[in-house]
């Protein structure tokens, strides 16, 4: 019997797919990297079935990869061929909200949104936001450890979860559904985890974090000069309108490129910089806010929006979708001390551009967290391919003492670069950790390290 026939003995037949009952989408997250499906695709319908699978799995000796809505950027659930795909789209619903603690049980593979939703109706609010919230799941947002707009009040996934289930690559389940805030306990395990790309373990529910509602978010759009005159602002807004909701940042080339797609103009003129301030302070706090700035000169316009659709319009070139259709498009998540991003944007996009003097480079990211978003579109000449632009993207970077990922993970196509980042002993003690956990190296392998 091969693993497959276990895994349909114990599953059930309609647990295992393989071929063309696969479909597509098992082949590439969103970074569209990917160029094979796995041996065979499994889709458990609950925690102790994932366990039976990884069981049978290591037993065998077959490398596992976990899927969950596939909308990951750095190629983290890529199969190379010779992985079984565990999907988690079966583990889906939310078990409980508890009002009191301010907590909900999930399963690993519902989408953000609808656990957004369920928060709502209990009148309570899920910080976590991404673009993808449609179709993202939890367990992709814990295992990478997911960022979002919301990061400079609430902070990252990570600050959301109090507890967590996951799966080791024997089968052996680590319940540690905590609902406490404070539980100092021995070693807070969830935290191997959360961000460990499936590498661990495979994560199968949460215990979230919820907060009261923000109340009613005000949205304003600002034409800024210069880099500086951004980080300023930020420190003003902090003070001036308390727990800011969202601060983020868009440079001219990509604020323009989305802009005009879009068909949007907000001011006459262009300015070098754009930046949303999302704050839930009146009105009357926010236009004196928005008064001084001018005065002092952070800041040489700035609009309201009136209306939830004007809200959305601003967000609209934000999110930046038009800019998805330039081609050979690559999209790079990085992050550094706040001060130095306006001169690592300007020592990149010089590098690129003497490079490809044709290319498109635009920066825009959520700044007030440290995180900035890199587009990057070329016209690769014989023999070159996106390894060339991640050579000169990150080797500036590494200047700078940045971060090679902000939010979206290692994965495969980051791998390469991580050295960057981490230290070799930093990268010695992952590897120990990886051994510890999976000492025949069955889960995701290839993948972060």
Avoid at 105 to 125: H, I, S, Y
């Amino acid at each position: 019997m091969t693993v497959l026939d276990d895994l349909r003995k114990a599953l059930g037949d309609s647990a295992v797919r393989e071929g063309a009952a696969m479909g597509a989408r098992p082949g590439s997250d969103m970074s569209l990297t990917g160029t094979a499906l796995p041996r065979a695709l499994i889709r458990p319908r609950n925690t102790e079935e994932v366990a039976t699978a990884l069981k049978l799995c290591n037993e065998a000796g077959v490398p596992v990869i976990a899927q969950g809505g596939m909308t990951g950027l750095a190629g983290g659930a890529n199969p190379t061929g010779n992985e079984i795909a565990i999907s988690l789209e079966l583990l889906r619903g939310i078990e409980e909200v508890d009002t009191a603690s301010a907590t909900m049980m999930v399963k690993a593979g519902t989408p953000l949104e609808e656990c957004q939703r369920a928060a709502a109706d209990a009148g309570l609010f899920l910080a976590l936001d991404l673009g993808s919230r449609g179709s993202c799941t939890i367990g992709g947002n814990l295992s990478t450890n997911a960022g979002g707009i919301r990061v400079i009040r609430y902070g990252m996934a990570r600050e959301q979860v109090l507890g967590l289930e996951a799966v080791l690559a024997d089968g052996t389940i680590i319940s540690s559904m905590n609902r406490m805030l404070k539980n100092n306990a021995g070693y807070d395990l969830k935290q191997l985890f959360i961000g460990s790309e499936g590498t661990l373990g495979l994560i199968t529910r949460a215990v979230l974090r919820l907060h009261p509602p923000p109340g009613d978010i005000t949205t304003t759009l600002c034409a800024v000069e210069s880099y500086e005159q951004v980080v300023a602002l930020l420190r003003r807004a902090q003070s001036a309108l308390g727990g800011i909701v969202a601060f983020e940042a868009m440079w001219l080339d990509y604020f323009k490129f989305n802009a005009d797609a879009l068909k949007l103009r907000f001011f006459e003129a262009d300015h070098p910089f754009w930046v949303i301030v999302e704050s839930t302070m009146g009105t009357e706090a926010i236009e004196a806010f928005l008064a001084q700035s001018l005065e002092d000169g952070l800041i040489t316009d700035a609009l309201i929006a009136r209306s939830h659709a004007q809200s959305r319009d601003i967000w609209s070139v934000r999110e930046g979708h038009p800019i998805e259709a330039l081609p050979n498009l690559l999209n790079f998540d990085v992050s550094l001390p706040i001060g130095r991003i306006g001169t690592y944007a300007e020592a990149c996009t010089t590098a690129l551009k003497q490079r490809w003097p044709q290319s498109h480079v635009s920066f825009y990211g959520h700044v007030g967290d440290s995180n900035v978003h890199i587009c990057v579109s070329v016209d690769y000449a014989p023999g070159e391919d996106m390894h060339s632009v991640d050579d000169i993207v990150y080797g500036v970077l590494g200047q700078y003492h940045g971060s090679i990922s902000a939010e979206h993970g290692i994965g495969t196509l980051k791998r390469p670069y991580l050295h960057l980042s981490r230290s070799s002993a930093e990268l010695a003690l992952m590897k120990g950790l990886k051994q510890a956990l999976d000492p025949k190296g069955i889960l995701n392998p290839g993948k972060v390290i």
